[in-house]
């Protein structure tokens, strides 16, 4: 169930954001056939991709996959495409938020009946609070060795095209 909030825009922002939620909507189909999952089984010999709707992009084989037998290769297909269809479905509801908003994100994911796989509490991720401690705790530790140890600025920035890095220069000239 989502929460009310308390209006706080004007009649104009509303009926804007309300068209734009519309045309949204009405591009939901477009944006779940862009997006692509794509999956492999641990020995690099099977390859999935599918669409955000599930559909089947490509299954390729590589020639040595027929010594799993045929059980086998298709559970193992089974289990690559399952990987593929939870990665698209993710990057979907990733694209689909920042257009929709979350909370219609959210109800989008329990009309489907298909939850974000970030969301499900059998994918053996980490909750918000065990991520935001081991990130205070990242932080703490490289605080703590920036006070230990001095770092001298060399000027490399490695997001500057302009900029670089003088260790790349070739010693033996």
Known sequence: ???REPVRRSTKQLIEDGRARQEALAGIDTVLQSVRGTAYDNHQSIRV???GR???IELWLR???VRWGADQ???LIVMVAQAAMDQATQAGYNKLAPILGDTMTYAIELISGRSAPARQPNAGGITAEEFQRGRDERLRSSA???QREPVE???FDPDDPLSFDLSSLRSDR
Do not use: C, H
């Open 49 to 51: 991709t599918v669409d």
């Open 1 to 3: 169930m989502t929460e």
């Open 144 to 146: 703590d060795r920036s």
């Open 153 to 155: 600025d060399d000027g």
């Open 63 to 65: 020639p040595d996959a």
């Open 73 to 75: 290769l298709g559970r």
């Open 54 to 56: 599930g559909k089947l």
